[in-house]
């Protein structure tokens, strides 16, 4: 089945950590996104890729990394920068197509 | 952001109607995606406009004006699973903005 993994499902840190979080595509998409969600609010943009080897800022990127050496991985690191880390992290990838933008299950993480 | 507004709240009894409105910033604009989310879930798809009118997909309808930069979700015969939030996006250069998401709650 094609789809958007992410890994782990639940995440806990200990502030002042850096933390990778996992996203990996099977659907042969270009395009792939970071989003964080906090309680009662929409999804903000943290870091975009529409290629490999290529990625751009969101609206929130401060505290944040990605790398896109693959085209079926694109990872996000939480560093010790970002001020308030904890919230729900969305990883999604778009086709050629731009119609339809699948997400992954997501990660949420918490930091004590 | 992109200046993306909906309600925060609406409730409906089962078997209703329930119109979920969206205004957005007309510049640069692609197209305008509706999800639906359930609590701790990923979104999911419901719909995609690109061009003025609607688009009917079952029990679910979804409603552009471009010129108005306005677009609504029309959900009929509500179901106790409809209890969910609606993100309203907007897509323009590869980038997809939402809004804060309307919490609809279904009463029997």
């Known amino acids: 089945d094609g789809g958007i993994t992410q890994s782990p499902k639940y995440l806990f840190r200990k502030e002042g950590q850096n933390v990778t979080l996992s996203c990996e595509q099977n659907?042969?998409?270009?395009?792939m996104y970071w989003y964080r969600q906090d309680p009662g609010q929409g999804l903000r943009l943290i870091y975009y890729s529409q290629i490999v080897n290529d990625f751009q800022k969101g609206d929130i990127a401060e505290g944040y990394s990605v790398s896109r050496e693959k085209k079926e991985s694109f990872p996000l690191t939480v560093t010790s920068a970002q001020k308030n880390p904890t919230a729900f992290y969305l990883c999604?990838?778009?086709?050629?197509?731009?119609?339809?933008?699948?997400f992954g299950p997501g990660t949420r993480l918490t930091v004590l | 952001g992109q200046n993306i507004d909906q309600p925060t709240e609406m409730t409906a009894t089962e078997g209703a109607i329930v119109q979920i409105n969206c205004t957005y910033q007309?510049?640069?604009?692609?197209?305008l995606f509706w999800y639906q989310q359930h609590a701790g879930e990923a979104p999911t798809f419901l719909s995609y406009n690109v061009l003025d009118g609607l688009e009917e997909k079952g029990r679910f309808s979804s409603f552009l004006s471009r010129s108005k930069g306005y677009s609504y979700l029309l959900l009929k015969e509500l179901q106790m699973k409809d209890s969910a939030s609606y993100l309203c996006g907007r897509s323009n250069d590869y980038k997809l903005s939402f809004g804060a998401g309307t919490t609809v709650t279904v009463r029997a």
């Open positions: 659907l042969n998409h270009d395009a």
């Open positions: 999604a990838s778009w086709g050629e197509s731009y119609n339809e933008q699948f």
């Open positions: 007309t510049s640069g604009f692609n197209g």
